[in-house]
C-alpha cells in the first residue's frame, strides 16, 4: 500500500520561510518522478515543482528562485524549501508521485496547508 504523507505546513509571515516533507512508504522515492502541487481556494491544483529520478528539477515560474524540491533517499522523502514566502503562495499543498511501473496509480498525500499572512 502506497502512502504519501505531508507535513511542515503552517502560518508564516510573507518573507517567511517553511519546509515541506513528504514521507513516502510502498513506493521508492528515488527511482520516482516526483512533484509537489498546490491548490488555492476556487483554483485548479497546480504544479508547483518535480524531480526525475535522475535528480532534474523543474518549477512552476511563479517560484523559481524561492523555491526548491529535493530528496533524502535514505529517507525516502520529498521536501520542498520555500523561501521569500508571498501571500499568493497560500494553498494546500500536496505530494504526488505519478505512475512509474503498469500497475501503480496517481499517487497523492493528503495535503499540508501553508498560509502567508502579516
Known amino acids: 500500500q502506497v502512502q504519501l504523507v505531508e507535513s511542515g505546513g503552517g502560518l508564516v509571515q510573507p518573507g517567511g520561510s517553511l519546509r515541506l516533507s513528504c514521507a513516502a512508504s510502498?513506493?521508492?522515492?528515488?527511482?520516482?518522478?516526483m512533484a509537489w502541487y498546490r491548490q488555492a481556494p476556487g483554483k485548479q491544483r497546480e504544479l508547483v515543482a518535480g524531480?526525475?529520478?535522475?535528480?532534474?528539477?523543474n518549477y512552476a515560474e511563479s517560484v523559481k528562485g524561492r523555491f526548491t524540491i529535493s530528496r533524502d533517499n535514505k529517507k525516502n522523502t520529498l521536501y520542498l524549501q520555500m523561501n521569500s514566502l508571498k501571500p499568493e503562495d497560500t494553498a494546500l499543498y500536496y505530494c504526488?508521485?505519478?505512475?512509474?511501473?503498469?500497475?501503480?496509480?496517481?499517487?497523492w498525500g493528503q495535503g499540508t496547508q501553508v498560509t502567508v499572512s502579516a
Open positions: 504526488n508521485a505519478p505512475p512509474f511501473r503498469p500497475s501503480d496509480g496517481n499517487y
Open positions: 524531480i526525475t529520478s535522475g535528480g532534474t528539477t
Open positions: 510502498g513506493i521508492i522515492v528515488s527511482i520516482y518522478y
